[in-house]
C-alpha cells in the first residue's frame, strides 16, 4: 500500500498529534498519507440519490482509510473506505472503542503492518436504507443501525413491519432499530436487543419501548428486505448511525436491505470477538478452584 487516508477526530488534539506521527513514518517508509475528512456541518456524506455519491468525484483515492478517534470518527471512515472499495483500520482514542481495535501505542506497528502486507481483512454486513423524498429517491448507507423514531416525546409511533413485501406485524412503540451484527454492540445494545458476531449475515430487528405484548427483537436473514410504514400518529426521524437523514410523515416509508458491497475492516492482531466483549464490559474469568486431596 503506497497511499494511506486519515479520517481525525476535529475535536481532539491527540488525533492531530498521532496523524503527524503517522505521517512522518509513512513518509519514511516511502508512502504518502492524506486527510480524508469530510465537513461535519454535512448533513450526511453517504445520502446518494439515484445512486451518486455526493463528494466521491472530489475525494482523493488512497489504497486503505485509518481512523484517529473514536466510533463515531470510525463510522466517518468507513463510509470513505466503503465508497472507494478499500479497507479501514481504527485507532481508538474513544471509550468503549468496539470498532477501533488498535490502541494510539501500537498504531506505529499496526501501520508498519500494513506496509508489510502483514494484516487480514474481515468483512462486515452493511445496510442499504430507501426512502422517497421530493427530490427523488434517496439511499443512505449504514454501518451500525438505522433506526425509525418517534421526533416528539409523549407519543408512539404507529406502522406496519414487512418482510420481502409480505406484511409481518404492526407495531406502536417509541421507535424501532435495525441493525447489523456491527451494530448490535451499539444502539441495539442499549436496547436489550441480542450480541451478534459481527461475521454473521444476519439484520436485527429491535423495537424501542413497545407499547406491546410482543416486545423482542428479531434476527433476520439478511437476504431480507424489511419495510415500514408510518400509518398515523406523529411524524417521525430516520437516523443513520446516529445522524437524522429524514423525516418521515404518515403514510410515509422506508425500506432497508443488506449492501451488496460489504465494509472491510483491517485486522492486524487476532482478537476473537467473545475476548472483545470480555474486555469491553470488563467481565472477568471464573476464580480458579484447586481440588483438594481427602484422605481416608
Known amino acids: ?3 494511506l487516508g486519515f479520517v481525525l477526530h476535529p475535536a481532539h488534539a491527540e488525533s492531530t498529534t498521532l496523524f503527524e506521527m503517522a505521517s512522518a513514518h509513512l513518509k519514511a517508509s516511502g508512502c504518502q498519507s492524506v486527510q480524508l475528512l469530510a465537513p461535519w456541518d ?7 440519490q439515484n445512486g451518486a455519491h455526493s463528494n466521491e468525484l472530489t475525494e482523493p483515492r488512497v489504497d486503505a482509510v485509518v481512523s484517529i478517534g473514536g466510533d463515531g470518527t470510525m463510522l466517518r471512515a468507513m463510509a470513505c473506505a466503503h465508497r472507494q472499495g478499500v479497507p479501514a483500520l481504527g485507532v481508538n482514542l474513544g471509550q468503549l472503542g468496539y ?3 488498535v490502541e ?7 501501520l508498519a503492518s500494513i506496509i508489510a502486507g502483514e494484516f487480514t481483512i474481515e468483512e462486515r454486513l452493511a445496510l442499504l436504507a430507501e426512502f422517497d423524498t421530493d427530490e427523488g429517491v434517496h439511499r443512505v448507507i449504514s454501518f451500525n443501525e438505522v433506526v ?7 407519543h408512539v409511533i404507529r406502522g406496519d413491519v414487512s418482510l420481502d413485501g409480505r406484511q409481518f406485524l404492526r407495531y406502536e412503540a417509541d421507535g424501532l432499530i435495525i441493525a447489523t451484527p456491527t451494530g448490535s454492540t451499539a444502539y441495539n445494545l442499549s436496547a436489550r436487543g441480542p450480541i451478534v ?5 444476519a439484520i436485527i430487528l429491535t423495537p424501542l419501548s413497545p407499547h406491546m405484548l410482543f416486545d423482542r427483537s428479531l434476527v433476520l436473514d439478511a437476504e431480507q428486505r424489511i419495510g415500514f410504514r408510518l400509518d398515523h400518529g406523529p411524524n417521525a426521524s430516520v437516523m443513520v448511525d446516529g445522524q437524522v437523514v429524514h423525516s418521515l410523515l404518515p403514510p410515509g416509508a422506508v425500506s432497508i436491505a443488506a449492501h451488496p458491497k460489504p465494509i472491510r475492516l483491517i485486522r492486524v ?11 469491553k464490559f470488563r467481565l472477568s474469568d471464573p476464580p480458579s478452584r484447586t481440588r483438594g486431596i481427602v484422605d481416608a
Open 1 to 3: 500500500m503506497t497511499t
Open 42 to 48: 454535512q448533513q450526511n456524506p453517504r445520502i446518494t
Open 99 to 101: 470498532l477501533t481495535e
Open 104 to 110: 494510539p501505542n501500537d498504531m506505529i506497528a499496526a
Open 148 to 154: 425509525v423514531e418517534r421526533e416528539f416525546s409523549g
Open 197 to 201: 458476531a459481527p461475521g454473521l449475515r
Open 269 to 279: 492482531v487476532d482478537v476473537p470477538f467473545y475476548e472483545v466483549v470480555k474486555r
